[in-house]
């Protein structure tokens, strides 16, 4: 299966993750370029490799400007809960020089799911405090239906883990480090970059994460668990 100018542009697209979804159909987001940037992409297809057309009338659905600065927009994981809806998270261009975390969610039938945060987007930035980027690397849902989200965000002077907790509505959960956000930096001792590449929770709610961190020399492998 090959597609090409989801977003009309004529140039790159790229797939960055795939899932199968409860009826068995192939579900890849990433980013396709519109003539001028990269817009986000979910494409869908049948077990046979045809694009389902019962996905937004041709099996493609296309979003831009999430995060408000008419630039990129990249889908990095993409995921789905018990009620069939589609998860996708990644960055957005805000129009200030870096990118804010991005979830989208959408209905099966390829609409934005309006009950999620109004509009079907929800928009993170400034975790760590720095003002600067902020992506999202891997999305999961858990067992009581909270969106979880791993990533980095700039710090200031470098990049921190972060997880963001959502409840179902789109909403911060409160009730996870009071904010809905947990930031780690220095896991390795280098006080550099620290990044969540994929995330899940086990049998008892506990979160893990796993990426990366400096350790001052050179990367290590984390591992970061955390009390749900």
Known sequence: ??????AGGNGKDIGRSITTD???K???????????????VIWRYNADGTLDTTF?????????????????????SITTDSNGKILVTGYSDNGSGNADMVIWRYNANGTPDTTFDSNGIVVSNNAAGGNGNDDGNFITTDANGKILVTGY????????????????????DTTFDTDGIVVSNSAAGGNSHDIGRSIITDADGKV????SSLNGTDYDMVIWRYIP
């Open 153 to 172: 965000s700039y710090n200031g002077s470098n990049y921190d883990m972060v997880i963001w907790r959502y409840n179902a509505n789109g909403a911060p």
């Open 1 to 6: 299966m090959v597609s090409n100018s989801a």
């Open 56 to 76: 937004d009338s041709n099996g493609i659905v296309v979003s831009d400007n999430a995060a408000g600065g008419n630039g990129w927009d990249e889908g990095v």
């Open 26 to 40: 192939i579900l890849v987001t990433g980013g396709s370029y519109n003539g001028s940037d990269s817009d986000m």
């Open 22 to 24: 409860l009826n068995g």
């Open 208 to 211: 893990l994460v796993t990426g």
